[in-house]
Structures are given as structure tokens and as C-alpha cells.
Antibody
Framework: QVQLVESGGGLVKPGGSLRLSCAAS????????MNWIRQAPGKGLEWVSY????????YYADSVKGRFTISRDNAKNSLYLQLNSLRAEDTAVYYC?????????????WGQGTLVTVSS | EIVLTQSPGTLSLSPGERATLSCRAS???????LAWYQQKPGQAPRLLLY???SRATGIPDRFSGSGSGTDFTLAVSRLEPEDFAVYYC?????????FGQGTKLEIK
């Protein structure tokens, strides 16, 4: 069965860095586009970043552009998000999610999320 | 950027009643790129509907979707206790993908 398991969250000071990982299993990871979505405590969902199956196409939300970097290692069935220059407003649960297909690109599977807390 | 506005913010109903949730887009969108998700406390969102009206695998037929252009609706015909949750609409046609702010469906 499809599984997405995030890790790497934690408490970090403003201006600090963190690297999130998403381990995929139960499907051919290299065939799928992937995304990161976040949810601040008690708030709604915010799309963060997208990466194509090969990693050649990448998009970011304006709120994280220049500070976050998405990447993937298809050999390791893993998705990553490097978070730099963190701010208090980046505090959120970060989810990885799979797109169903290139044309039907809704999110059909989500991980359970990892919490990032930015505080001094 | 497509802005999605959901209404109402909170909907209070009783089990067995019908729920109607609205999602309005800031400009006309292709209905193939409108999805709905359900989220319960402490859980990840779960895909309910895609292409505005197609149910995802395992979703009961009491959930239905409709709409086109700028106005979309999620309906739950007969509320079960497990249906009380937060619902989000989602536009995934192009970057940046966007979500509505959510509608909380609570037990009256």
C-alpha cells in the first residue's frame, strides 16, 4: 500500500535551517510528481512546493521562494525540503503529498506530517 | 493566483441532515482541476472528490460534488457522525496551487 512518511521536523530558532524528508513506499516513486503542503496551528492548508518526477521542474509559493529548496532522490524513494532563513510564520505541520498523475494532479495520498516550530 | 473562498466558515447540523458547502473561485476555472478534501483533527487531509464531482476510491456515495466556472458545491446527503470534520476545496490547475480556507462541519 502507498505510504508517505515525513521526518525531520523540530524546534529551530528564527534564521535557522532544517531539512525535512519524506520516505515513499508502495508505489514507483520515480513516476510521480510530489508536493509539500503546510498547515499552521489551527489554520488552513497552504501549498508550498512542487517537483516533477525527474526533478527537472520545480515551483514554489511566493512565501517561501528563495528560502526553501525542494529536491528528490528517486534511487532512495525520498523527497526533501530544505528550509533556510526560517521565520516564526513558517511554524506549521509540513505534509508531503503525491499527485495522482501528470494530468490529474490532485493529491491522492498524503503523509501524516512533521511539525516545524520556529521560536527563540 | 486563483483565490478560493469557502462558505460558510462553520456549518452546524445534526446527523441525518443534508450539508451543502460552497467554494467560489476568484476567476473561472476548469472543473477538472477542482478537488475536495476532508480533514479530521490530528489527521492528514483525505481526498474526497476530484474533477469537481468524481468520488475518490472508497468514498461513500452520500458525498457528491457539482459546479463549474467559479461556483462549486460539496454536498453530503445524510450526515453520519464520522462526517463532522473540516472540508477544503483545492485548485490544482497551475502553480501556485491554492486551497480554500476551509469549512468546519460541526455537530449541532
Amino acid at each position: 500500500q502507498v505510504q508517505l512518511v515525513e521526518s525531520g521536523g523540530g524546534l529551530v530558532k528564527p534564521g535557522g535551517s532544517l531539512r525535512l524528508s519524506c520516505a515513499a513506499s508502495g508505489f514507483t516513486f520515480s513516476d510521480y510528481y510530489m508536493n509539500w503542503i503546510r498547515q499552521a496551528p489551527g489554520k488552513g492548508l497552504e501549498w508550498v512546493s512542487y517537483i516533477s518526477s525527474s526533478g527537472s521542474v520545480i515551483y514554489y509559493a511566493d512565501s517561501v521562494k528563495g528560502r526553501f529548496t525542494i529536491s528528490r532522490d528517486n534511487a532512495k524513494n525520498s523527497l526533501y525540503l530544505q528550509l533556510n532563513s526560517l521565520r516564526a510564520e513558517d511554524t506549521a505541520v509540513y505534509y508531503c503529498a503525491r499527485e495522482f498523475s501528470a494530468w490529474d494532479n490532485y493529491f491522492d495520498y498524503w503523509g501524516q506530517g512533521t511539525l516545524v516550530t520556529v521560536s527563540s | 493566483e486563483i483565490v478560493l473562498t469557502q462558505s460558510p466558515g462553520t456549518l452546524s447540523l445534526s446527523p441525518g441532515e443534508r450539508a451543502t458547502l460552497s467554494c467560489r473561485a476568484s476567476q473561472s476555472i476548469n472543473s477538472n482541476y477542482l478537488a475536495w478534501y476532508q480533514q479530521k483533527p490530528g489527521q492528514a487531509p483525505r481526498l474526497l472528490l476530484y474533477a469537481a464531482s468524481s468520488r475518490a476510491t472508497g468514498i461513500p456515495d452520500r458525498f457528491s460534488g457539482s459546479g463549474s466556472g467559479t461556483d462549486f458545491t460539496l454536498a453530503v446527503s445524510r450526515l453520519e457522525p464520522e462526517d463532522f470534520a473540516v472540508y477544503y476545496c483545492h485548485h490544482h490547475g497551475n502553480s501556485p496551487y491554492t486551497f480554500g480556507q476551509g469549512t468546519k462541519l460541526e455537530i449541532k
